[in-house]
């Protein structure tokens, strides 16, 4: 079975860091592309990160990093110099098997 299991998190300062993580089950992050979205209120998920089984990445917000751990089955986004603006909950996707699967969320509010 398929598990997502986002953690990391909280509030922060603006111009702060946070590192999310999503530990994966059911299957192996690295035969699979793996995403990061965000979520604002009143506004759809928009993929802010993405690492293809390959390995190669692309950040679509140049302060945000993802990267994979494949002994231990999990994706981070690392988050720099956080701004007022990243205030979501943030997804961890992937499509395995014809399926699309979600974690649960995590919230990051960025505030002073």
């Known amino acids: 079975q398929v598990q997502l299991v986002e953690s990391g998190g909280g509030l922060v300062q603006p111009g702060g860091s946070l590192r999310l993580s999503c530990a994966a089950s059911?299957?192996?992050?690295?035969?699979?592309?793996m995403n990061w979205f965000q979520q604002t209120p009143g506004k759809g998920r928009e993929l802010v990160a993405t690492?293809?089984?390959?390995g190669s990445d692309i950040n679509y917000v140049d302060r945000f990093a993802i990267s994979r751990d494949n002994a231990k089955n999990t994706i981070y986004l690392q988050m720099n110099s956080l701004k007022l603006e990243d205030t979501a909950v943030y997804y961890c996707?992937?499509?395995?098997?014809?399926?699309?699967?979600w974690g649960q969320g995590t919230q990051v509010t960025v505030s002073s």
């Open positions: 996707h992937t499509y395995v098997r014809g399926n699309n699967y």
């Open positions: 059911g299957f192996t992050v690295s035969n699979y592309r």
């Open positions: 690492i293809s089984s390959e």
